[in-house]
């Protein structure tokens, strides 16, 4: 008697299904290997989903803005939820992981048990409240992006909690005594403005609003930037073990500051809101933090990040919380900027003393003061696939995680670059086939920029302008001297990184979603900027014309046609860009083959 364990053998186990986790997934499974992606909840997403409704923040503007698997996903909800709306943000994350074929997706799955060979993990095993089965999972590899760190505990892999001591890295913090306190995690709301006032009863057990409490979180209704991220607590207790309890004087403070909105006569307009969501699931910022080869410092981050084996990149400011959270009589956050983007090492990717472990998100290998900026979602993204590529090296050349550092570092680094991962400075191997043609293109401005490596305009790159300007219509071609070989066709194109070309203030145009909802909230475009329709051709041997790729719907800023055949010539035809308005040009960065 008992209960039904369901074994699974794949090539990457990645536990945790936030975006860090996602991406790690998606990245690994395109790359051809079989993953496990076990999530511990029914939805995906993390702190992004419909349970928590924290928006995802990254580096910023500037062009800045990260790109490959997390700006694909953004990309998709321009064009399928333009007006912001959970359910279906829900299903658009759902659907990038069960679509892919070489996912096995186990949601409502708790990872609980960890079986080990030495210092290599042999097995992990959760618990699927759904199904009351286990879900025992076999992988060479394995991928912690689940927050919480909950591999380090089953596994004995290294990790720290809490805050350094100045001198140990030698960061500018007041702390002169190394501790175990963190940031808190937060229960948000989220408000609906509608033209007809409403009333609002609160639980006798909500917290009251006292002005000393307030003072330095008062709600600004009339401002899009308000997500109540303030209402925090727990960073002054154990952030994983009294997470329940915490849960429950989170839930409180949340109804009494819908009360203080609807009820205390200081918010403008407080009758015509109406609370359209409470979150129960709190969102974390910080618990444990596994440590890597490599510890990531403020220092670090101070200086740009300059590292060989870069694989990622942050530029949010050090945003560290005080410890009291909500109840700080103080500024809730100490803010400081950084000079965006910033590089992020793979050492700190990967564990120092368990010899087959990944991982990716708040938890990578990094002091407190530098998480502040590094967690994230849009960076723990960015981490997330560069986990998962690597994990595609590591099993295509039978390594460890620090055999692809030792041996393999180049090729993951293109192969980021590749998939249309930014790396700050670093430029893209363009082939010689590429460089060798002849490039030629009626109408066009900055042609050879096609071939430059270069996907994106960056402060990393100078001034320089890194792209080219096509006429619609018009076709860019190269000819080679003679039929080549070639198996894939790159195309990077603008998606507006800096998105200007979006409706709304800078927040509705820089987030995917948004905190409060009011009656006139803006539909949201898809970038302007960017390739909606094109086609790309070659001409083979006999001199025929064969379509390589024809598409009518473009959601993507970076993408890689596969191609098999000789060919004289390969040709891209823009046809029409997402401006709805008469144009006859669009900006792309490249266009190259291999």
């Known amino acids: 008697m008992g209960f039904t364990t369901i074994e699974h053998n794949v090539d990457l186990c990645v536990v945790g299904g936030g975006l860090a986790g996602m991406c790690a997934a998606i990245a690994a499974a395109r790359g051809g290997s079989k993953v496990a992606l076990i999530q511990d909840r029914p939805v995906l997403g993390g702190n992004a989903s419909s349970e928590i409704r924290m928006w995802i923040s990254g580096a910023g503007d500037n062009n800045n ?36 074929p070489n996912i096995s997706l186990l949601l409502n799955c708790s990872v609980c048990q ?63 005594t190394a501790d175990l306190q963190t940031m808190g995690m937060s229960c948000l709301i989220q408000m609906r403005k509608s033209d007809r ?3 609002y009863i609160p639980p006798e057990w909500a917290v009251k609003m006292t002005p000393e409490v307030i003072q330095f979180r008062k709600p600004n209704m009339r401002e899009s930037s308000e997500n109540f991220w303030y209402l925090e607590l727990g960073g002054n207790r154990d952030s994983i073990g009294d997470t329940e309890e915490i ?34 699931l709190p969102g974390k910022r910080e618990s444990r933090r596994m440590v890597g080869p490599y510890i990531m410092t403020q220092g670090d981050v101070l200086s740009g990040g300059i590292f060989e ?80 590529c690597a994990a595609n090296i590591a099993r295509e050349y039978v390594l460890s995680p620090q055999g692809v550092y030792d041996s393999k ?45 270069r996907d994106r305009n960056n402060r990393t790159y100078g001034e320089t302008e890194n792209g080219t300007v096509l006429v619609l219509g018009n076709a ?54 960017l390739l909606r329709s094109y086609r790309i051709e070659g001409i083979d041997e006999a001199g025929e014309t064969v379509v390589i790729a024809d598409v009518q719907t473009n959601l993507l800023q970076c993408v890689n046609h596969p191609v098999c055949g000789k060919f004289r010539a390969v040709k891209l ?14 900006h792309i960065f490249s266009f190259d083959v291999k």
């Open 65 to 100: 803005r990260e790109t490959g698997i997390v700006e694909e996903i953004i990309l998709t909800s321009l064009y399928r939820n333009p007006d912001k709306i959970y359910a279906i943000w829900d299903g658009i994350l759902y659907e990038k992981v069960k679509m892919e």
């Open 114 to 176: 960890a079986e080990m060979n030495g210092k290599r993990i042999q097995s992990v095993t959760g618990w699927q409240t759904t199904t009351q089965r286990w879900q025992k999972v076999y992988a060479p590899l394995f991928a912690d992006c689940s927050g919480d760190s909950v591999l380090a505990p089953l596994t004995g892999a290294d990790f720290r909690i809490g805050r350094e001591a100045r001198e140990e890295f030698n960061e500018k913090t007041s702390q002169e």
């Open 197 to 199: 006032k409403s009333t």
């Open 247 to 280: 849960r429950d004087e989170l839930i409180a403070l949340a109804y009494g500051m819908v009360d203080h909105i609807k009820n205390s006569g200081e918010v403008p307009d407080g009758d015509y809101w109406a609370l359209d969501f409470l979150g129960f």
């Open 309 to 388: 084996d870069t694989v990622a990149y942050g530029g949010w400011p050090l945003d560290d919380h005080h410890p009291d959270g909500f109840y700080h009589l103080g500024n809730p956050n100490v803010w400081g900027q950084t000079p965006a983007p910033y590089g992020i090492p793979y050492r700190c990717l990967y564990s120092v003393n368990i010899d087959n472990l990944f991982f990716a998100g708040r938890n990578i290998s990094m002091t407190h003061a530098a998480m502040s900026s590094a967690r994230v979602m849009a960076t723990c993204a960015l981490l997330g696939e560069a986990v998962g």
């Open 409 to 453: 570092l180049k090729l993951l680094q293109e192969r980021l670059m590749e998939q249309g991962c930014f790396l700050p400075g670093m430029s893209r191997t363009v082939s010689e086939v590429t460089q060798n043609a002849v490039l030629t293109a009626e109408g066009a401005e900055n042609i050879d920029n096609l071939r430059n490596g």
């Open 476 to 529: 860019v071609e190269y000819t080679f001297a003679e039929p080549v070989q070639l198996s894939s066709v790159h195309l990077a194109m603008d998606s507006d990184l800096s998105r200007k070309t979006l409706p709304g203030d800078w927040i509705e145009r820089g987030r995917v979603m948004r905190a409060n909802v009011l009656p006139d909230s803006p539909t949201m475009t898809m970038p302007k900027t």
């Open 573 to 586: 035809i823009p046809l029409t860009t997402w401006n709805d308005e008469s144009t006859e040009k669009v």
